[in-house]
């Protein structure tokens, strides 16, 4: 297919599995286990955005406070501070959702944790995008939020909230989940059924050793290679080996 409109990740193979990167302006879910990357996949999706494309980025993390992000991503040569005050680069620090009792302080906005809503994180999302003119945007974990809504119909509901909000920004997304039941015969999500596209890390073994997979499952506008495939994380992030068999 065309790779017209498309957005390049900039991670090695990754693209080359994707038909050339993702479709512009669509939602792609991040499905892996704990260790497995998922953040560190976002954070590059971004920082390649803005050293190679020139498109500034958002990363919204609902898990875990800037500072720890910031500490935990420079290894990779990723200096998130210094592009943040070059105005390519904003981060909503929306952690405190997971922690009971508290306060949730999102963008200017700071609301107990009963009032919180996701209509106040959609606002938080979009002020911040706005405010760096963001093409790109990473929301890390969602898990984090969809535990907040227990019934499965309302979760349904307030995560097609979030995805309606974040396509009529007009950027492209990724989003971060755990794997709750790894292997390849896995029972799906809720939410891969509801993204544009899904990618499923997982640390797999295969003989006596384990290895890093990595499987684009769904992708629109897209034919995909479907096959598992090695990955590693280096000293540069995610590198990907589109042409190895994980057997």
Known sequence: MSTAGRVKTGIPGLDELLGGGIPQGRLVLVVGGPGTGKTILGTQFLVNGIVQSGENGLFVSLDEPKHLVYKEMAP????????????????????PIRQLPGEVKIGKLTIGKRDFSLATLIEG????????????????????????FPDMITRRTAFLDLLDALAVMGATCVLTTELR??????????????????????????????????????????????????YRIGPKGIEVFPKESIY
């Open 125 to 148: 999302i979009q002020s911040n995008a706005k405010k760096v003119a963001a093409k790109r945007v990473f929301v890390d974990p969602l898990a984090s939020l969809i535990f907040q």
């Open 76 to 95: 990779f040569g990723w200096n998130l501070a210094d592009l943040e005050k070059q105005g390519k680069f904003s981060f909503v620090d929306a952690s």
């Open 181 to 230: 039941a790894p292997g390849l015969e896995r029972a799906v999500q809720l939410e891969e059924y509801l993204a544009h596209g899904v990618i499923v890390l997982q640390t797999v073994q295969v003989g006596r050793a384990l290895l890093r997979s990595i499987q684009v499952e769904k992708m629109r506008e897209t034919e995909i290679d479907m096959q598992p495939r090695p």
